[in-house]
């Protein structure tokens, strides 16, 4: 029999939850940030605890910031603002949600942001309507107001003069969600755009040895000449002698092998391993499970897939949830 585990609000445009499924935050057309908790550990209902006007306009997108750095999200507003907001304690008083951070400018929207945690610090990626990616590092673990810019870049191999001024309509990031004293900071970025140089999804990774991110991989073939990206997801690694990665374009959600040992020119390998489709319309978001082994994917036309490779490694629709009225 089916339950219930949470009612959202009227007017509900997007929704996250935490690390661990123990919390959801949801953003509203009414610009509200709400968040949901679970009262009663033997249920497994939740209810909203809290609810803080963010902005005049709507909220699109809200993110958890790594549970390392606190209770904390990064919420897009319709008008390309980025905001933070971290729960905290003042004197006697409950727990609040306060904003923290503001980012953005008069000219270029905020199209995604996304959360990673180096071997030294909290890493945050922002792209840009213009086809601008900015990496900010936070200066102190207790204070997320204290962010600096790392680095400045657009989403290509070549030459930015090229191709001018860009104009994105959406953009996706996904971090490498592997962590390790070793481990080098990597992403993966795709943009929705004219531009065919800055749509392509690129693996960006951090050189350490020369302070600077570097496109290692470019996961797309020839013939795809830029198609636009809708979404991207990282999979969880525990223990493949590769990593896997779901792009997702109007041909479908591809899934690549991208490769672990670099050449000589400080490039990886990648291998596109499936093209799988299902979805009538464009695919708005993939999310893995916590064994990278099933990805889950939603579109345009709110139905929900599981996909799932079998031992010979081949691709397949495990299952397909249809909404209820």
Known sequence: ?????????????????????????????????????????ASSSFTCTSRSRVHGDSIVKVVWVPPEYGDAVGCICSDGTLSLWEEVVEDAQPLQWKPCKSFGSNSNKVLDVQFGVSPTSLKMVIAYSDGLVKVYEL???????????????????????????????????????QRGESQQSSFVLGFHSETPQLNSAKVWEFDQDHQRWLPVAKLALPEDKG??????AWAPNIGRPYEVIAVATHKGIAIWH????????????????????????????????????????????????????????????????????
Request: glycine share 10%.
């Open 1 to 41: 029999m089916e339950k219930s585990l949470v009612t959202l609000d009227n007017g509900t445009t997007c929704s996250s939850w935490n690390y661990n499924g123990e919390r959801l935050a949801t953003g509203s057309v009414d610009g509200t940030l709400a968040i949901f908790d679970s009262i009663d550990p």
């Open 139 to 177: 200066l102190d673990p207790l204070e997320l107001k204290g962010w600096q810019l790392q680095a400045e870049f657009q989403n290509a191999s070549d030459s930015v003069s090229t191709f001018g001024k860009a104009l994105c309509l959406s953009a996706s990031i996904s971090w490498n969600p």
């Open 227 to 232: 198609d636009k990206v809708f979404t991207t």
């Open 258 to 325: 991208l490769g672990l040992n670099p050449d000589l020119d400080g490039r990886l390998s990648v291998e596109r391993v499936a093209l799988l489709s299902g979805h009538n319309g464009e695919v708005w978001q993939m999310e893995w499970d916590m064994s990278g082994m099933t990805l889950a994917s939603t579109g345009g036309d709110g139905m929900v897939k599981l996909w799932q490779s079998n031992l010979n490694g081949v691709w397949h629709e495990q299952a397909a949830l249809e909404p209820t009225p």
